[in-house]
């Protein structure tokens, strides 16, 4: 398939079925049928890395660095314990999913703190992108607080690993882009084999569970690991990287992602029957983040139209 917006809305098909997949593995477990993911995913990304490569030569001691043991486990390792937790506290998966999406907030976040960025940008760049941090944070506000400040009820362990999802995501994110594409398949690689000797000593105070798990237990793990995590990725980078090649506008390409948190809660409450997306409050949070979002993988973009003529960078 050599058609980059066709190769994005499979993509975001799959990641759409995420939060449902993720809820339904911590309704059974906390680390074994993530595990299990991880290690359909690494299977799979090895798979189809050996055919894209024709071979396994491209693994290497060359091709590997220390900042892929490090960064790597960010994306699956902490990202993936933290949304079963954030879900198993809530007792949704809702909630965490719109705490998920801060990840562009950290992204720029962390890549300002780590790259230093602010000091080559304008006054109106800084005044955008705080912007957008700040309106991700209101959105965070009147989530935990369901849309009043003033009850003092915050479900404080759902609100932290949620929060840990978007950092962790977003740390991962900003470090995944300096890596050269034909360096991708390496570190992903790195990154779900680490997360699963990470993980493997906590699964195995679950295996009591293997037992009782049933074969909709493991299609769903599967389908995280191996179609969302494996697949999914795959083609989200070749999607790219095609648009790349045949000059088309890759903003526009990364721009159809800002549609996944809506596909993704639309299929949660059509699947699972959670119906937060009906209460004002929720709908708030969930329009604030988007926006935050757009503002903040927009920046550029969005100083060049308030002041065209501006140098922000």
Same mark, same amino acid.
């Given at each position: 398939m050599n058609n980059p917006r066709i !190769?994005? !809305? &499979? =993509?975001?098909? $799959?990641?759409?079925f995420g939060a449902y !997949? =993720?809820?339904?593995?911590? $309704?059974? +477990?906390?680390f074994l049928l993530l595990a299990l993911a991880f290690l359909f995913a690494f299977l799979t990304l090895l798979v189809v890395n050996g055919i894209q490569h024709r071979g396994f030569s491209f693994i290497n001691?060359?091709? *590997?660095? *220390?900042?892929? *043991?490090?960064? @790597?486990?960010?994306?699956?390792?902490?990202?993936?314990?933290?949304?079963?937790?954030?879900?198993? +506290?809530?007792? +949704?998966?809702?909630?965490?999913?719109?705490?998920?999406?801060?990840?562009?907030?950290?992204?720029?976040? &962390?890549?300002? $703190?780590?790259f230093n960025r602010k000091s080559r940008r304008s006054l109106l760049f800084r005044m955008v992108e705080a912007a957008g941090i700040l309106l991700g944070f209101c959105s965070i506000v009147i989530l935990a607080t369901? @849309?009043?400040?003033?009850?003092f009820q915050i479900n404080l362990p759902g609100i932290f690993w949620g929060l840990l999802t978007g950092l962790s995501y977003g740390v991962f994110s900003a470090y995944s882009s300096t890596i050269q594409e034909d360096r991708q398949g390496v570190f992903l690689l790195v990154a779900t084999l680490v997360s699963l000797a990470l993980i493997a000593g906590f699964a195995m105070g679950e295996l009591d569970l293997l037992k009782s798990l049933t074969l909709k237990d493991l299609?769903?793990?599967?389908?995280? @690991?191996? !179609?969302?995590? @494996?697949?999914?990725? =795959?083609?989200?980078?070749?999607?790219?990287? $095609?648009?790349?090649?045949?000059?088309?506008?890759?903003?526009?390409?990364?721009?159809l992602m800002l549609i996944l948190p809506f596909t993704s809660l639309l299929i949660?409450?059509?699947?699972?029957g959670e119906n937060q997306l009906l209460q004002p409050y929720f709908i708030t949070s969930l329009l604030l983040i988007l926006v935050s979002s757009i503002i903040c993988q927009k920046t550029s973009a969005i100083v060049d139209w308030i002041k065209p003529e501006g140098k922000h960078s």
């Open positions: !190769l994005a !809305l &499979f =993509t975001i098909l $799959l990641w759409s !997949l =993720t809820r339904l593995i911590a $309704l059974r +477990s906390q001691r060359q091709s *590997l660095k *220390l900042g892929y *043991l490090l960064f @790597g486990p960010l994306g699956y390792f902490v990202y993936s314990v933290a949304y079963n937790q954030s879900s198993r +506290s809530y007792n +949704s998966i809702s909630e965490p999913t719109i705490l998920n999406y801060t990840w562009p907030v950290f992204t720029i976040i &962390f890549t300002d $703190l780590v369901r @849309g009043n400040p003033a009850a299609a769903a793990a599967f389908a995280l @690991g191996g !179609l969302l995590d @494996g697949i999914g990725y =795959t083609a989200w980078i070749r999607a790219n990287r $095609l648009a790349h090649q045949q000059q088309e506008d890759i903003s526009a390409i990364a721009s949660v409450s059509l699947l699972l």
